[in-house]
């Protein structure tokens, strides 16, 4: 991964419960600012609505978001990026394809933003937790003795 210079992101939109409507989501994105991913910077946001519709998963304001992101990480390296790994976290499983094509725009559009050619290779992952997917080794003597793969 590290031959190239790669920047890792992660980002979630965290709404408020439901019957909160008029409560603002926040949102945050965390990126690498070194060459090995060993140090992170962090972005913040809030997104107010109307009270009246149901919030957004999708970031907003991720363009700005990933343009400082990538500026950190400029400063700190000398050299743009080549790669993104970008992780989402937050998003339902009907919303991943609305999901994805606005923010992989935004993404792209940030890089744009920086410099008119700059196109790095991004790679878009979306994360779930309740996923109820269980996985099992076709031999047993490959778990531990907890039976984990």
């Known amino acids: ?6 920047v890792i992101m992660g980002a979630d939109n ?16 965390v990126g690498s600012v070194d060459k090995f991913a060993c140090r992170y910077a962090t972005q913040i946001g809030i997104q107010k609505t109307d009270g009246k519709k ?6 907003e304001q991720l363009q700005s978001m990933v343009k400082n992101m ?6 700190a390296v000398k050299v ?30 940030a890089c744009a ?7 790095p ?9 309740r996923h109820h997917t269980r996985l099992f080794t076709a031999n047993p003597r490959d778990a531990d003795r907890s039976g984990n793969v």
């Not at 991964?1 to 790669?6: E, G, M």
């Not at 408020?16 to 409507?21: D, L, N, R, T, Y």
């Not at 339902?92 to 935004?106: N, P, R, T």
């Not at 290779?121 to 937790?129: E, N």
């Open 80 to 109: 743009k990026p080549q790669r993104i790994i970008f992780y989402r976290d937050g998003v339902s499983e009907g919303q991943f394809y609305h999901v994805m094509l606005y923010e992989v725009d935004a993404i792209k559009k």
């Open 113 to 119: 933003e920086l410099e008119a050619g700059y196109n």
């Open 70 to 75: 990538l500026i950190k990480f400029y400063q």
């Open 121 to 129: 290779l991004v790679t878009f992952i979306i994360c779930q937790k």
């Open 54 to 59: 149901a919030h957004s998963p999708i970031i």
């Open 14 to 29: 965290a709404a408020p419960a439901q019957g909160e409507g008029s409560r603002p989501s926040v949102c945050a994105l």
């Open 1 to 6: 991964i590290f031959k190239t210079p790669c």
